[in-house]
């Protein structure tokens, strides 16, 4: 069965552009959460979607939004970027129902704003 | 809010030896999930272990166990026979049951190191 896969890999930006990171899940899972790693703040949740609809939210600025499709991959999307959003963006997935809380990663999206 | 943290910024061990990572979180609910995560070089993170807090037994994957000591809020992790492979950040996280969602909350990490 073929991991989670997220595309690009990487990404250079320049500040005040806006960027798109998609993640597609395993097969089968319905939830895909999103993270921003960072040396300064390490591991930090940004959302997650269930069946198209986002069921959690974490502390991150609105410029942040995400979307989930009918085929379960998902999209996220900063807009009007900052330096501070270079970070790596992982990916994750998981069945989403409540026994169930094993979540599998992707290898993530490195971005760099400039 | 719930809080995980990882005291030990680094950690080296011999080859073949043991070594034990430690974590405690913080939280007010009952029931919960912890987990441990490996994050090698590749920066893929990969699940290492699982511990249900309903369940008593300490969870064990092969070389890796785990203590878990839910009055406490501990929850350690042992990896025996350490192998060069083991090298990398480890992750402790906790997520809560009746969360409703999938939102791990992790600690800031332990960078392995294996000396041959």
């Not at chain 1, 089968?28 to 790693?37: I, K, M, N, P």
């Not at chain 1, 960072?38 to 198209?52: A, K, V």
């Not at chain 2, 007010?28 to 807090?53: N, T």
Request: charged share 15%.
């Amino acid at each position: 069965k073929a991991g989670v896969t997220q595309t690009p890999r990487y990404l250079i930006k320049t500040r005040g552009q806006q960027v798109t990171l998609s993640c597609s899940p395993i097969s089968g899972h319905r939830s895909v959460s999103w993270y921003q790693q960072t040396p300064g703040q390490g591991l930090q949740f940004l959302f997650e979607y269930f069946s198209e609809t986002q069921r959690n939210k974490g502390n991150f600025p609105g410029r942040f939004s995400g979307r989930q499709f009918s085929n379960s991959r998902s999209e996220m999307n900063v807009s009007t970027l900052e330096l501070g959003d270079s970070a790596l963006y992982l990916c994750a997935s998981s069945f989403g129902f409540p026994t169930a809380y094993e979540q599998y990663f992707g290898p993530g999206t490195r971005l760099t704003v400039t | 809010a719930q809080t995980v943290t990882q005291s030990q910024p680094e950690m080296s061990v011999q080859e073949a030896e043991t070594v034990t990572l430690s974590c405690t979180y913080d939280t007010s609910e009952s029931d919960y999930y912890l987990f441990w995560y490996k994050q090698p070089p590749s920066r893929q993170m990969i699940l290492v272990i699982r511990q249900e807090a309903y369940k008593q037994q300490n969870a064990t994957e092969n070389r890796f166990s785990v203590n878990f000591q839910k009055a406490a809020k501990s929850f350690s992790l042992k990896i025996s026979d350490s192998q060069l492979g083991d090298a990398a950040m480890y992750f402790c996280a906790y997520t809560g049951l009746f969360q409703g969602a999938q939102k791990l909350v992790f600690g800031q990490g332990t960078r392995l190191t294996i000396n041959p």
